[in-house]
């Protein structure tokens, strides 16, 4: 039998939603404890924010979460902009904030999101990386309260959870914009669940459409219900007509996009089934509403027909209003930043979209990767980022330049795009002319869209001020444009050390509690391989549904990273109708090839520690 943990204590720069207070270990004694290792850049943490509302409500007795806020980027070591997050994204929990990553190296947390679990004693029971685990934890949190409940080490009753005060603004986290043929402004109230139309000053308010409060109802105006909606579309006039719909919402959170009647504000749901995609990927056209989806965040008309960018699985989607049919437009869900023919591309989170003039180019902003990229003729282009763990605010030659998490992206008329550089509170401007970036606009609160009036204003959606800004007259000519050296931040990530020639690769994979693996349709797991670049690697790149395989790579490559996609589909163990799960996980593994490597690369799928798993008893155990 294993040792057991006991859990390191809870330290921090401070605490968010616990009225002030510091909490530690000992005040959570007799309650069991999840720990969410997050950063509020990242797509899958918030996805487990998700996740985990369910769990609070349903043991909100015995369960304390606690995110603990371990930071990717520089932007996301600031404390107001932590504090900012929490209440964006409706964080309900007392979050610790984790700026230099002490609780995370502590808790030998790898990827984000981690969660831990401590029981009521105080020792840590559980650990796991990764989204999809809610129904795991739900069986685990059952055993454990059986156990603690028969020793009498369980103690019921509120937690340290203390509500923020409400603030009082007309918006709240305002995500993107539109500019209605009457002139006024339309919003995503993407923190009040709703959206807003503004009169042409960006401040006045109109009408809203949406209660205000989190759902997915459709419905009148009055009545209908969002979850963090984010982009927005407007359709051709003629195939609104068609649709019976003027446009269309990522509704973000919800995984769906709705349709909205404009005249009248009601709101119909047009794609996605409510749940998260698990599945694999396909080149087929699918029923609309039959359809998984996964955090759309932004929409855009463009080859006749709506581009979802699909930021919960690193790739771009494709929507026909009048087919009602959808499907994969770009990228393969392997997350990571690489060019090429549209089914090949590796993207990390785009966020953001924005269509030409003339429709030939769609820019992106593929926020992960700090980058801007765009698609024509069937490629996609990078024109500023170089990958995941570069970023910074420099200006000058594309090929140097820097970003950090732009979500916002806006053609204009002379073939340039401006860049909504969110984490560096900034717009910035890329010439296709000259190659250059420069800085057009500083000292902004997270950018997150911009807007091309019919009279050439730039609006700014500037989210954490709660409001619309319009850039100054001339701040788009190369006077009113400045040129920024600043800091270059490079996230540097431990090499594994490989030698060259075989290299086992081992997917380990432990169904969840109470569920085993599922053959009903085929082979329950899958395998997939590839390499940047790819000549890292001689023999093993490919798909297969084993998840062990044999990799040659090569002695004349010195270093390079593995992509890996596992997945695995289990369903509920000896119930009458059980259900189906999908896990799934991406890795980008830095190797280095040097002699008297490691031959063998292990990988956790679920991430379920068995080796500190509790070993849970039915019945009460004895004194002894």
């Not at 029923?287 to 006749?304: C, G, H, I, K, Q």
């Not at 990571?336 to 030409?356: F, H, K, N, T």
């Not at 909504?420 to 010439?431: L, S």
């Amino acid at each position: 039998m294993s040792a057991r943990v006991r859990a390191p204590e809870l330290r921090g720069r401070g605490w968010l939603n616990t009225g002030g207070k510091a909490v530690t270990l000992a005040d959570l004694r007799g309650k069991i404890v999840l720990l969410d290792f997050w950063t509020f850049c990242c797509i899958n943490c918030l996805h487990v924010l998700d996740e985990l509302r369910p769990l609070e409500d349903r043991y909100g007795d015995v369960l304390v979460v606690i995110g603990v806020h371990s930071p990717k980027f520089e932007h996301e070591k600031d404390p107001d902009a932590l504090a900012a997050a929490v209440e964006r994204y409706g964080v309900h929990h007392p979050v610790l904030d984790d700026p230099e990553l002490d609780m995370w190296q502590q808790y030998a947390a790898k990827a984000w999101p981690t969660l831990s679990v401590i029981d009521p004693e105080g020792y840590v029971v559980a650990t796991m990386a990764g989204e999809g685990h809610a129904e795991g934890l739900a069986r685990l949190i059952d055993e454990l309260i059986a156990t603690h409940e028969a020793k009498g080490t369980l103690h019921r009753g509120d937690g340290p959870y203390v509500p923020p005060a409400e603030p009082e603004t007309a918006l709240r986290f305002p995500g993107k914009a539109v500019v209605l043929d009457s002139g006024n402004l339309l919003v995503s109230d993407s923190a009040r669940h709703s959206l807003v139309e503004l009169a042409p000053d960006g401040e006045k308010v109109l009408r809203r459409i949406g209660a205000g409060t989190r759902g997915h109802a459709d419905g009148p105006a009055e009545t209908a219900t969002f979850s963090e909606p984010q982009g927005l579309c407007l359709l051709p006039a003629h195939v609104a007509e068609v649709a019976g719909y003027d446009l269309v919402v990522a509704d973000t959170v919800n995984h769906l996009l709705r349709g909205v009647k404009l005249a009248t504000g009601e709101v119909v749901t047009v794609a996605g089934t409510g749940r998260q995609w698990r599945s694999t990927v396909d080149d087929h056209a699918h029923d609309a509403r039959a359809v998984d989806l996964s955090s759309p965040w932004d929409v855009a008309w463009y080859d006749d027909r709506v581009v979802v960018a699909m930021a919960g699985i690193h790739q771009l989607w494709w929507f026909d209003p009048i087919k009602r049919t959808a499907g994969v437009y770009a990228g393969t869900t392997v997350e990571a930043l690489r060019d090429g023919p549209l089914p090949d591309v590796w993207m990390a989170q785009p966020s953001g979209l924005s269509v030409s003039p003339d429709g030939a180019r769609l820019w992106v902003a593929d926020s992960e990767t700090s980058a801007v990229r765009y698609v024509e003729g069937g490629v996609m282009h990078t024109v500023v980022g170089q990958g995941l763990f570069d970023f910074g605010h420099v200006d000058g030659p594309a090929h140097r330049a820097l970003l950090q998490h732009p979500l916002g992206v806006c053609a204009l008329p002379d073939g340039s795009v401006l860049i909504a550089d969110t984490y560096n509170g900034a717009v910035r401007r890329f010439d296709p002319t000259t190659d250059q970036v420069a800085t057009v606009a500083g000292g902004l609160a997270e950018p997150s869209d911009l807007v091309l009036t019919p009279e050439g204003e730039v609006i700014v959606v500037e989210s954490a001020a709660h409001r619309l800004t319009r850039l100054a007259p001339g701040a788009l000519t190369a006077a009113g444009a400045s040129t920024v050296d600043g800091p270059r931040h490079k996230l540097e990530r431990k090499p594994t050390d490989v030698a060259a020639g075989e290299l086992t690769l081992d997917v380990i994979f432990t169904p969840a509690p109470g569920q085993k693996l599922d053959e009903t349709y085929g082979p329950s797991t899958r395998l997939v391989v590839s390499a940047s670049p790819p000549e890292l690697l001689v023999e093993g790149a490919g798909t297969t549904t084993d998840l062990s395989r044999r990799l040659v790579v090569n002695g004349d490559v010195a270093q390079g990273v593995l992509q890996v996609t596992a997945q695995a589909a289990t369903c509920d163990a000896d119930v009458e109708h059980a259900a189906c799960h999908l896990t799934r996980q991406d890795w980008g593994v830095p190797i280095r090839v040097v002699d008297g490597g490691t031959t063998r690369l292990p990988l956790v799928l679920r991430g379920l520690d068995e080796g500190s798993r509790p070993r849970v008893s039915r019945r009460a155990p004895s004194s002894t």
